[in-house]
């Protein structure tokens, strides 16, 4: 078998892969359709050969309609659970004599927790960070102006905060 240089390279239309690894490709119906219009010959070496068994085997399409490329999948938009609304501000000791205070359920009325922290180190002039998955942490003992200010810039309800003590 002799070899000609330079190669002829063919590429699909529709996946711009080789027509080889068009079967591993986003849409090989519409590569399969593409090559058996304008690359006949391969189109022929590639897929006639092979059952409709496996030919329903290398499309996995299975009856479901495919993600496009680029685009995001439409998720099931589902309704948000009615969370209690309830904010816990409480202090932990660290080391010694010194203390944090952790803020649980900024989540839980809709206040974005990095914005929160920021805001609580600047009011304070103290470090503060996110720390869980729902949870501020301040350096310092500033439990009641922690209260103050969720309530007075934060425009949250008292009713739904609560001073949790030493946890």
């Known amino acids: 078998m002799s070899t000609e240089y330079p190669l002829k390279m063919y590429y699909c239309g529709e996946c ?3 027509p080889e690894y068009c079967e591993n490709g986003p849409c090989f119906d519409k590569c399969q359709e593409w090559l058996k219009e304008n690359l006949p010959e391969i ?16 499309s996995l399409n299975d009856g479901k309609k495919k993600q496009t490329r680029g685009g995001k999948a439409m998720k099931n938009i589902t309704k948000k659970k009615e969370v209690k609304k309830e ?4 202090r932990a000791m660290r080391a010694r004599k010194k203390y944090v205070t952790l803020v649980r359920g900024l989540r839980s009325c809709d206040l974005d927790l990095k914005k929160c922290s920021k805001g609580f180190g600047q009011k304070f002039a103290c470090g ?11 350096q310092g003992d500033v439990v009641d102006d922690i ?11 008292i009713d739904f905060v609560r001073d949790g003590g030493d946890l």
Do not use: Q, R
């Open 16 to 18: 711009s892969m080789p």
């Open 43 to 58: 189109y022929d070496a590639l897929f006639l050969n092979k059952t409709e068994e496996e030919m329903n085997a290398l």
């Open 87 to 90: 904010i816990m501000v409480g």
């Open 147 to 157: 209260i103050d200010y969720i309530v007075d810039v934060l425009g949250i309800d």
């Open 128 to 138: 503060s960070s996110v720390t869980g998955d729902d949870e501020v942490t301040v």
